[in-house]
């Protein structure tokens, strides 16, 4: 069976900068089929879509939620099986703990949005704090 496991987050200063890593075991992250999506919930919200990536939706070009527009980016590892998401900029409200997911052909990523039920792979997430 193939999980996913995240990494990366820490501490950071707000206007700061962290990368956080997806890497997937147990299977291929092809993303022909799958979708790969980064998600964050926040203390007592509601797990969110930040952006997600899939080949056959907008060219493979993502989609990002908006207040991940122009902070974040998602990019794929030399390595096929990592997915990446840089983010700059950092504010105090993008602390949060964030999940990478996979959705089986492609669901739950569209060129309007993303939809959170859909995807059904998690990792077991990777908190991010941002605060002087």
């Known amino acids: 069976q193939g999980q996913l496991v995240e990494s990366g987050g820490g501490l950071v200063q707000p206007g700061g900068s962290l990368s956080l890593s997806c890497e997937a075991s147990?299977?291929?992250?092809?993303?022909?089929?799958?979708?790969i999506g980064w998600f964050r919930q926040a203390p007592g919200k509601e797990r969110e879509g930040v952006v997600c990536?899939?080949?056959?939706?907008?060219?493979?070009?993502?989609y990002y939620v908006d207040s991940a527009k122009g902070r974040f980016t998602i990019t794929r590892g030399n390595a096929k099986n990592t997915v990446f998401l840089q983010m700059n900029s950092l504010k105090p409200e993008d602390t949060a703990v964030y999940y990478c997911?996979?959705?089986?052909?492609?669901?739950?990523?569209?060129?309007?949005?993303?939809?959170?039920?859909?995807?059904?792979?998690w990792g077991q997430g990777t908190q991010v704090t941002v605060s002087s």
């Open positions: 997911a996979t959705a089986d052909s492609g669901y739950g990523c569209y060129s309007h949005g993303i939809s959170r039920s859909e995807f059904d792979s």
């Open positions: 147990g299977f291929t992250l092809d993303l022909d089929y799958y979708a």
């Open positions: 990536m899939y080949s056959r939706v907008s060219g493979g070009a993502a």
